[in-house]
């Protein structure tokens, strides 16, 4: 639920490498003061799933999307600078360094005596995750007897037990402790049959929803926890200029979509038994002798980077089931799901995104320079076909923190399964995604190594089938 408040600013975005390179040495805005919008606005802000991150190469996020939003409709463009956490965004914000935080600065009394709240006041919840089903807790006191399973030391730990007291005592709390989990992680748990019960804030279970379609988030355990975007003490000018602009954002159309990519469209993708291509229709065409319609343009494509061309089908099969129409919710089209920045650097208009052969085209071209890029990573064209699949997937950037990762932590760099791509997945923790040999920040690593997996299962089936 969001309500208007006075004080907090949606996020604009800068390219990847400006938000990667750029400087904390700047001088604030004077006139800022002087009620005057700056020329480029500076935005600070935290990597998270829902503010800011890379995905593909390209910059998302709802928080980076509505503070976009709002620098357009002023026509001021804007830097951002990532902070590490909250305290260093402050910080920043008191030394002039950035004009805003565009994030969810908590409304405490801690944090309102050193910013100003500004833009759309956000109210969220700790809910109870549980699966779907006839015997849902649909009332706190049902938890009476229950197991119910937290991070340890969290703030979903306190909350369980004071709500332990609140019920007279009986819920039976766990508490898991691994220097790799997080609530993503006990969601995810929950939605495959691991765990009975978790909690978490609704934010966050509102996004693992689009990834678990099957978990039930609808009884709240908390009492309301608000929050908004936070400008300097003394810019009251700034604050209430991005409070009058959120006062209407929730009528435009282009807010309406933001909020539907991060928290409504499923991220799943298509799965096997969606009915524009069902498995069992694949199953009897390789049976029949070939893979997909598309089977000569992989082949004419792939020919061109000396790929087997069952790698290129069975990409295709996992990123859009051979259904050329298909739109992701990170605006990914076509038979091998190009972002609209890789299109555009292949050379692709708009119209000509959709056309397969040209589709497939500029996908074998990224595929060539991703080769290109990893070769001195990996030097064995074998095993580095899965760190090429891996980055067609999450963006090269976040494949190149992996190999970091794995690197100052152990495991082999130059080794996908089990060393690498369990790096991958260590990136959806603050704790490796702020680490000093990240440069690209969160990502939610279980993506991509479903992903190469997906993509590794069906080559091979379509090798036991078809020949080269």
């Not at 402790?177 to 009975?196: C, N, Y």
Request: aromatic content about 10%; glycine content about 6%; proline content about 3%.
């Amino acid at each position: 639920m969001r309500k208007t408040l006075t004080a907090l600013l949606p996020l604009t975005a800068a390219a990847l490498v400006a938000a990667l390179a750029l400087s904390c040495s700047r001088k604030p805005h004077s006139h800022l003061v002087a009620a005057q919008l700056p020329d480029t606005l500076i935005v600070g802000t935290l990597y998270s799933p829902t503010s800011y991150f890379y995905y593909k190469e390209d910059t998302m996020g709802y928080e980076y999307e509505r503070i976009s939003n709002f620098a357009k409709e002023k026509g001021i463009a804007t830097r951002f600078v990532i902070a590490r956490n909250m305290e260093a965004a402050i910080n920043m914000l008191d030394s002039g360094t950035i004009d805003i935080i565009a994030y969810e600065v908590p409304i405490t009394a801690e944090y309102t005596s050193r910013v100003l709240s500004c833009g759309t006041e956000n109210i969220t919840h700790q809910v109870l995750v549980q699966p779907k089903g006839d015997s849902l807790v649909t009332d706190v006191t049902q938890l009476v007897g229950r197991d119910v399973y937290v991070e340890k030391n969290s703030k979903y730990e306190a909350r369980l037990r004071n709500l332990d007291d609140e019920v007279g005592g009986g819920i039976n709390i766990h508490t898991l402790d691994e220097d790799s989990l997080i609530a993503d992680d006990l969601v995810e748990m929950v939605a495959d049959g691991k765990l009975p019960l978790t909690i978490v804030d609704s934010d966050i279970a509102r996004l693992n929803r689009t990834y678990h379609t099957g978990i039930d988030i609808s009884l709240n355990v908390s009492f309301p926890q608000r929050s908004a975007w936070a400008v300097k003490r003394g810019n009251q000018w700034l604050a209430d200029t991005i409070t009058q602009w959120a006062q209407g954002e929730q009528n435009r159309p282009a807010y309406k979509l933001i909020l539907k990519r991060y928290f409504e469209l499923s991220k799943m993708g298509l799965t096997d038994d969606d009915p524009t291509m069902t498995a069992a229709t694949v199953s009897e065409n390789l049976r029949r002798g070939f893979i997909s319609q598309y089977d000569d343009l992989f082949r004419h494509h792939a020919a061109t980077i000396g790929w087997d061309w069952r790698i290129l089908a069975a990409q295709a099969w996992v990123e859009s089931k051979f259904n050329n129409d298909v739109v992701s919710w990170a605006g990914a089209k076509g038979i091998m799901q190009l972002m609209p920045r890789t299109a555009r650097a292949y050379g692709l208009a708009p119209g000509e995104v959709t056309d397969p052969d040209k589709n497939i085209g500029a996908a074998v071209r990224s595929i060539r320079d991703l080769d290109s890029a990893l070769a001195k990573y990996v030097g064995d064209p074998k095993e580095r076909l899965n760190f090429i699949i891996a980055a067609y997937n999450s963006g090269i950037g976040h494949i190149y923190d992996a190999i970091a990762l794995a690197r100052k932590y152990g495991k082999n760099p130059a080794v996908w399964f089990g060393n690498v791509e369990e790096a991958v997945l260590w990136k959806a923790n603050p704790e490796f995604y702020n680490d000093d040999v990240c440069r690209f920040g969160y990502f939610r690593g279980s993506q991509t190594v479903n992903y190469v997996r997906e993509v590794t299962k069906y080559y091979n089936l379509y090798r036991s089938y078809i020949a080269q």
